[in-house]
């Protein structure tokens, strides 16, 4: 079995692409030969996604889009479609995160980060359905707090949680067409606005939260893009529906950092 990551040919779409964890996996497949198109909320990070993936040689196009509009994401595939055909590889990476107990949240709080996680990913879905090329591959981004608990994230585990049943609905009513759904749950990632953001205040380089990592220390882009993109090639070409965490066999660990990091806000009254 062919088991090299060889994309030439073949056309990626990734939404929330321009930036962290969903920059890394698309520079891999542009790397590879794929014909990459990015879509995020803000220009300069648009253009500054394009030049970058640009360096690989290959086609790239990006676009301007709020995954919060399934308008301005369909707009992105008809474009991607009338240049480049139907769409192989499909990636959502879109999301919204803070601290939050539940008893501070507002109810626009809460709203933001389901818009953009849930409701997010199910217009790309949606409005993807339709360009997807017979075979093709699709991954969501999710996260550990999908299926564990964890205090200060109630918004993110309602709204991953329902991003993983989404997934696993879409392999099933996709999989007549020979489409695979399914979702990566990075941890601890290193050199990401995630990590950064939900690392308590008084460890901001992660030293302390990498200790309670089993492998012994955060992930890297590189990593999810090498999950994403076994994927999306014939080596898992019978694998659908799946919610595959890669985060150093960590994930009840990086719940407690997370939660850390909530006290931590708690105790300096930010």
């Not at 803000?42 to 040689?57: C, E, I, S, Y």
Request: with cysteine; glycine share 12%.
């Amino acid at each position: 079995m062919d088991i090299q990551f060889d994309f030439t040919g073949r056309t990626a779409v990734f939404f929330g692409g321009t930036s962290g964890i969903n920059l890394g996996i698309a520079e891999a497949f542009a790397a590879r030969g794929a014909s990459v198109a990015v879509a995020g909320r803000k220009q300069d990070n648009v253009d500054a996604a394009v030049k970058r993936l640009g360096t690989h040689g290959g086609p790239v196009r990006g676009f301007v889009a709020d995954v919060r509009d399934m308008e301005s994401v369909a707009a992105v595939f008809d474009a991607v479609a009338s240049e480049w055909g139907p769409v192989d590889i499909l990636v959502s990476g879109a999301a919204g995160n803070f601290l939050a107990e539940v008893n501070d949240l507002s109810s626009n709080g809460f709203k933001v980060v389901v818009d953009i996680d849930l409701n997010g990913t199910f217009h790309v879905m949606r409005s993807g359905f339709e360009h997807l090329a017979p075979g093709a591959s699709v991954i969501n981004i999710t996260a550990p707090q999908a299926s564990i608990p964890v205090r200060y994230q109630a918004h993110v585990c309602a709204a991953k949680a329902g991003v993983d049943q989404l997934t696993r609905v879409l392999a099933l009513e996709w999989g007549g067409r020979g489409i695979r759904v399914n979702a990566i749950a990075p941890g601890p990632i290193a050199g990401t606005e995630g990590l950064a953001r939900l690392s308590p205040g008084d460890d901001p380089t992660g030293d302390r939260s990498v200790r309670s990592v089993p492998l012994g220390r955060f992930g890297t882009r590189e990593e999810i893009a090498d999950l994403a993109m076994f994927l999306s090639s014939s080596a898992a070409s019978y694998i659908s529906g799946a919610v595959i965490p890669c985060d150093g066999g960590g994930s009840f660990e990086s719940v407690r950092a997370i939660e850390d990091a909530g006290r931590f806000l708690a105790s300096s009254g930010r």
